[in-house]
DNA sequence: CTGAAAGCGCTTACAG
DNA sequence: CTGAAAGCGCTTACAG
C-alpha cells in the first residue's frame, strides 16, 4: 500500500510517513480543478477572490508547499536564484545577503548561497548539471568571474547581476570607492598633524581580485593631494583584513611622526585595531590619535568610529530587484547602478577646526 | 519558431540560443529508446556494453547533461546533496568540504553548501519549500541543531549525517578532541619549564555552540594533572580564534614566568601568534618558547608548527560514505564514526628529553 | 473566471 | 537486454 488513502488512516500517521500534499489534494479540497491551484500559486489575476481564498484555505489546512523541482520542470522557474560569493565570512556579506533576501523573500523566491571555494569548485557551479546554474538568476559577489570564460561571458542563459563588481555586460551594482576615499581625504586633510593611511592588501589572483581596496586608496590619496597635504610613501601601511593590521600600522605610524596622527584605515575592521592600540597606548582618540574608517560595520557606532558608510543593503536589494526584472522579461541593455559612501563623523576623529588647516 | 528544428540552422545558431538536449534528443542520436538511455545514466546493468557506449557517445556529441529537477521528480533522487555549515571561513571547513566532495563527484553526486548565518535562515532552509530540503541527503556540520526543533529531530525524512557533532539520533562523524588534549597535555609535560595553555573561545548561542575547544581543553588538563605538574589558574588565556589571541596571550604569559615556556594552543591559527611574537620577541622556538597547536591547518608544516592534527578530510569523506549509505537505503541505528588525532613533532616544540621530566 | 488536456525531462515497472 | 507506457508535481495555452 504505497499510497496511503483515506483521511483517518493516514492522519494518525507519523509525521514521518506523511506524503506531502500535491497539488492535487488540495484541488480536491478546494473543490477545484489543478489548474486554478496552480493560477493561485502563481498570482495569476484570472481568480475569484472567493476561490482564491478556499484554495488558500486549502492549501493552510493541508501544509501544502510547492515543489520547486516540479515547477522548474513545467514552467521553466524554480523560484530560487543562486548568490555565487567568496568564501569569506565578513560582516560585509552577511549584510548584502540580508538585503538580496529582503527583496527576494517578499517576492516568494528563495535564495541559494554558493561560497566559492576555488576556481574549480566555480567551474563546476556554472556547468549545467548544478544546482547553481538551473535556478532562474544568479548574483555575482564581488568577483567579476567573466574572464575566466570564453567570449567574457559566464555559461549560463539566464539572468546575472553582479554587486560589489562591474562588468560592462551585465548589470551590475557598485560603490564608488574612489569617491569614498575622496571624502576620506578631504576630511582628513582639514585636520593639522600628519596623515597617514592603511590599505588592506587584495587577493593576488586575477580573476578573483576585487579593486575595492586600491580605489578607496587612490581616491584618499588623490584628495590629500589636491588639499595640498603631504604623503611621504612611508605614511602608507598594507595590511591583511584584520584588527592586528590596524594596532601594527599605528604603531609603525609611531615611530614616523607624534601626534596628532591622522589615519585613514581602509576597512572599519582594521581601524578597529588603531582604535584599541591607541587607548592602550593611552593617545587621545580624535585628538592625539585620529582615526576614520571605511564600510559603515555595525561595531563602528558601538565603538564610536568616524567611517565611510556603504550602504551594503540597499546594494544588496538593488541587485536583486535588477535581477528580478530581468527574470521576468526585461530586455534591455546592462545597467551600473552606482552607490554613493557618506561619511558619518564620530569621537574616533572629533569634530574639524572651523577653520580648514592650510599647511 | 520556438524550438528551432533541423541540423543545420540549428547548428548555427549562437551557443546561448541552443536548447538543452534532452534525454529524446540522445536517444534518437543512439537509436535506442528512451528507457535505454536512462538506464546508462542510472548504471543500471541491464545494458548491453556495446548499447551503453552508443549511448554514451550520443551523449558526448550532443553535450547531453541530464536534469535534475526532472530527476527529482521523476525518481524521487536530484543526486544532489546539501551541506549546512557555520558561516565562518576557515581552513577547517574547506578541508572538510573537499573531503566530502572528493567521494560524492566518484558517485556522481553534486553538492550544495548552505552556510547557516542565523537561526532565521536555517530554519527556513528546513521548511520544505527550499533547496535544502529537497536534495537528497544532508550533512551538518559542526551544529548539532536537533534541539533547535521538536522531538530533537530535524524537520526532514530524509537521510541526516553530523560531522564534528554528536547526537544520539543520526549518524555522525567526529574528532576524539579530549583525547587530542590529552596528547597535547602528555606530551608538554615531558619538558621541563611552565606549562600554559590558549583556549579559544566558543558561541555563546546555545543551539549554535560546538564544545570542540572545551573539550580539547579538558583533555589537556587531565593529562596534566595526571602527570603531576602544576597548572595555576591563571596559565590559562581564552581568546578570538585569531593569531593576535595567540600574540596577546604570550606576553600575558611572560609576565607570569620566565622562559622555557611551554604552550598548548587551543588552535593552529592561535599558536602561529605565539610562534610569530615569540620570534619578534627573539626568543628561542622549541627551547625557550615550546609550542603545540591543534589542527593540523596546511601553514603549520610550512612553519615548523608541532601540532595535533585531526584528518578533516578523511572525517568528510567518512561523513559522505555514511550518508551515500542511508541515501541506498541502508536502515540500521546510528553510527557513530570517531576519529583519533595524533601528534606531529616538529621544531616549534623541538625533542622532549628523553628522561621524562618530573617535577 | 475555470476545467481538462498536453507537456516539461526524466524514472520505473511491465512486457517482451 | 530493450522499448513503450505511465507517472512524478507542476504550468500553460485552449476551450468554454
Chains 1, 2 share one sequence.
Not at 73 to 84: D, E, K
Not at 174 to 192: E, H, I, K, T, V
Not at 204 to 211: G, S, V, W
Not at 291 to 310: C, K, N
Request: glycine letters at 10%; charged letters at 25%; aromatic letters at 8%.
Amino acid at each position: 500500500m504505497p499510497y496511503p488513502e483515506g483521511g483517518s488512516f493516514h492522519e494518525a500517521l507519523p509525521q514521518a510517513m506523511k506524503k506531502k500534499p500535491t497539488i492535487h489534494e488540495v484541488a480536491a479540497r478546494a473543490g477545484v480543478g489543478l489548474g486554478t491551484v496552480s493560477r493561485v500559486l502563481n498570482n495569476h489575476p484570472a481568480v475569484r477572490p472567493e476561490t482564491r481564498a478556499r484554495v488558500l484555505r486549502a492549501m493552510e489546512e493541508l501544509g501544502y508547499t510547492p515543489n520547486p523541482h516540479a515547477r522548474r520542470i513545467a514552467g521553466g522557474r524554480s523560484y530560487t536564484v543562486s548568490v555565487l560569493l567568496p568564501f569569506v565570512a565578513t560582516e560585509f556579506y552577511r549584510r548584502l545577503i540580508e538585503g538580496i533576501e529582503s527583496v527576494l523573500l517578499e517576492k516568494r523566491y528563495d535564495l541559494a548561497l554558493f561560497p566559492i571555494l576555488s576556481q574549480a569548485r566555480l567551474k563546476r557551479y556554472l556547468e549545467s548539471t548544478t544546482l547553481a546554474f538551473l535556478t532562474d538568476g544568479l548574483i555575482l559577489a564581488s568577483y567579476d568571474l567573466t574572464e575566466l570564460f570564453g567570449e567574457g561571458r559566464l555559461p549560463t542563459e539566464r539572468p546575472v547581476v553582479l554587486v560589489d563588481a562591474r562588468n560592462p555586460r551585465y548589470d551590475s551594482v557598485y560603490l564608488d570607492n574612489r569617491l569614498g576615499g575622496r571624502l576620506a581625504g578631504a576630511y582628513l586633510a582639514r585636520f593639522p598633524g600628519s596623515i597617514f593611511a592603511i590599505k588592506v592588501e587584495e587577493e593576488p589572483d586575477r580573476a578573483f581580485r576585487h579593486t575595492v581596496f586600491s580605489e578607496r586608496m587612490a581616491g584618499f590619496l588623490e584628495a590629500i593631494k589636491e588639499a595640498g597635504r603631504p604623503f611621504p610613501e612611508g605614511h602608507l601601511y598594507v595590511t591583511r583584513l584584520s584588527a592586528e593590521g590596524g594596532r601594527l600600522a599605528l604603531r609603525h605610524f609611531l615611530e614616523k611622526a607624534s601626534p596628532p596622527l591622522n589615519i585613514f584605515a581602509g576597512a572599519d575592521q582594521v581601524a578597529l585595531g588603531v582604535l584599541e592600540e591607541a587607548q592602550r597606548l593611552g593617545l587621545t582618540l580624535g585628538k592625539e590619535v585620529r582615526v576614520l574608517g571605511f564600510d559603515g560595520h555595525p561595531f563602528a557606532e558601538e565603538v564610536g568610529l568616524s567611517t565611510i558608510v556603504q550602504p551594503v543593503e540597499a546594494m544588496g536589494a538593488r541587485a536583486a530587484q535588477l535581477l528580478l526584472e530581468r527574470m521576468q522579461g526585461y530586455g534591455g541593455p546592462p545597467r551600473e547602478v552606482r552607490f554613493e559612501p557618506t561619511l558619518v563623523e564620530r569621537a574616533s576623529t572629533g569634530t574639524p577646526p572651523e577653520a580648514p588647516y592650510l599647511p
